[in-house]
């Protein structure tokens, strides 16, 4: 509901005004009338009305002084002017002072209606648009957090953050699933009742306000009676009123994100509550002989004796409650030992394997099952990337060696798609589909990968200025390299060589 507001001088009229239409049924609730302009400003500041409907002639302050004077004030909301006086002379002055629309008397419901239908689409898209903003700007923060812990360095504070929050009393939650992707998680809460909602790396974030905490939680106590399955798991986050607050909670509660890692049932549990499920004993590192599981998937493209290791990993870390970050080091341990393989065996054609996967972002992973799930696509992608290469396939060996001369050329600022496409023989066009279909990420995005790879190591390697490394990379511009890095890694060149 939209809070609507009118000012009059004659109660008559006010009175009129609230019975023309049913405001409830259009979206809107009559929340505050004034006699005149100078009352009309206290009952504004009491009410912070949506809409305001004013009468241009009335003593002390007429409409239009009034709407200015709100304007001087920067106080927001829709004018609407009502008037007896058909002259062009108030409706020009009212133009200039934003008002939306202007109405004669005797108001007639046929020309109210639509112009409320008109105002309430006006401001449903102002909400929307609004919401989404800020629910990005919280999205930015958490991710920021997130990673910021995930690196063992915090994070002091973030930006826009405290504008958005406004000094209110809020609470944060995350729902996530081993076996639904952040799509389902988003529909499943779609007729929650939360303020902001945005999806992290494999769940939801909801921030609600602190007094609709145990409503909020029996949404998800209904859900989890009614749907058996699928599994789901909603973490009760920290209450918080300001940047300082949250980043404070959080950082308090990260190391238990991972308390329900091995739950093999639907649950809720508070980030700050007791740790009685916390996991204490260490990962047990194996001395296996990981050749054994590696040869057919080496050597042929099979990859079910390595998927069938991982899922021995992870049952055996399931059965001793492991600390979950070490089994995810050893799971991103056996990553890396693939791709080493493949490289010494089918040296530059083992590139691409698992080459557009962020494998550290398996830190983030929620769950054993959502751990095991990525583990198992990976390898059976590298499986598949082997069999292409034993096959020798065109396509493969042609991406291949696109790969070799972006490594080679793109340091040059000059550099761009058509020569590469033209050094493989191919159309720009028909390279760069086949260039995303087999590496996984965009031309542009592979470059410039590689060339703020190059940066990071001349940066830290180096006493070069950031401009000669601009240009030693392939950028001419320090300006476009340095927001291409800040974007890229969230802090500036200096910020990054200073570390």
């Known amino acids: 509901m939209y809070k609507i507001m009118f000012v009059d001088d004659e109660e008559q009229n006010l009175f009129l005004m609230e019975k023309i239409v049913d405001w409830e049924e259009m979206g809107f609730r009559v929340s505050g009338i004034a006699l ?55 409706a020009k002055r009212a133009i200039s002072l934003g008002v939306t629309d202007y109405l004669l008397k005797p108001v007639s419901r046929k020309e109210m209606i639509p112009m409320l239908q008109k105002i309430r689409a006006s401001l449903d898209d102002e909400r929307r648009h609004e919401c989404e903003y800020k629910s990005n700007v919280f999205a930015e923060a958490f991710e920021m957090m997130e990673e910021g812990c995930l690196k063992g360095k ?54 609600i306000p602190v007094e609709e905490r145990e409503a909020f939680t ?116 056996l990553l890396f030992l693939i791709k080493s393989q493949l490289t010494g065996v089918y040296q530059d054609r083992a590139f691409m394997v698992l080459r557009h996967q962020n494998i550290w972002e398996l830190h983030k992973v929620r769950t054993v099952s959502g751990l095991m799930d990525r583990m198992e696509r990976w390898v059976t992608e590298a499986a598949e990337a082997v069999k292409d290469i034993l096959e020798n396939k065109g396509s493969y060996s042609l991406i291949g060696r696109a790969a070799n001369y972006i490594r080679e050329h793109c340091s040059n600022p000059e550099f761009s798609a058509g020569e590469t496409a033209e050094a ?7 390279f760069l589909k086949l260039f995303k279909e087999e590496m996984g990420i965009s031309f542009l995005d592979y470059v410039t990968n590689i060339r703020m790879e190059k940066a990071k190591k001349l940066l830290k390697e180096s006493d070069e200025t950031i401009y000669a490394v601009s240009l030693n990379v392939g950028y001419e511009s320090q300006y476009h390299f340095s927001r291409k890095f800040k974007n890229l890694y969230g802090i500036s060149p200096n910020e990054f060589r200073s570390l």
């Open 154 to 207: 915090g994070i002091s504070e973030l930006p826009r953050l405290d504008s958005v929050i406004g000094g209110c009393r809020l609470c944060w939650f995350e729902l996530f699933s081993p076996t639904e992707p952040v799509e389902a998680l988003l529909q499943v809460t779609e007729e929650w009742s939360y303020t902001y909602r945005f999806g992290g790396y494999d769940s939801v974030f909801l921030i």
């Open 218 to 333: 029996e949404c998800f106590e209904k859900l989890m009676k009614y749907q058996m399955i699928p599994q789901y798991i909603l973490r009760v986050g920290c209450s918080f009123g300001d940047t300082e607050s949250l980043i404070a909670g959080y950082m308090e509660s990260f190391e238990s994100r991972n308390r329900c890692f091995y739950a093999k049932k639907s649950c809720i549990y508070a980030s700050d509550g007791e740790k009685e499920n916390a996991y204490s004993s260490a990962y047990v590192h194996h001395n296996r002989n990981y050749g054994e599981y590696l040869q057919k998937l080496i050597y042929s493209g099979f990859p079910d004796e390595v998927v069938a290791l991982v899922r021995i990993m992870a049952q055996e870390a399931s059965e001793n409650r492991s600390l979950p970050d070490e089994l995810v080091d050893e799971m991103i341990d």
């Open 424 to 430: 493989v023989h191919l159309s720009r066009n028909y």
């Open 36 to 90: 005149d302009g100078v009352e009309g400003i206290q009952v504004f500041e009491e009410i912070q009305p949506d809409v305001v409907f004013v009468d241009i002639r009335m003593d002390e302050m007429d409409g239009l002084e009034l709407i200015e004077k709100l304007r001087q004030e920067e106080k927001k909301a829709v004018y609407v002017i009502v008037t007896a006086y058909d002259e062009f002379s108030y």
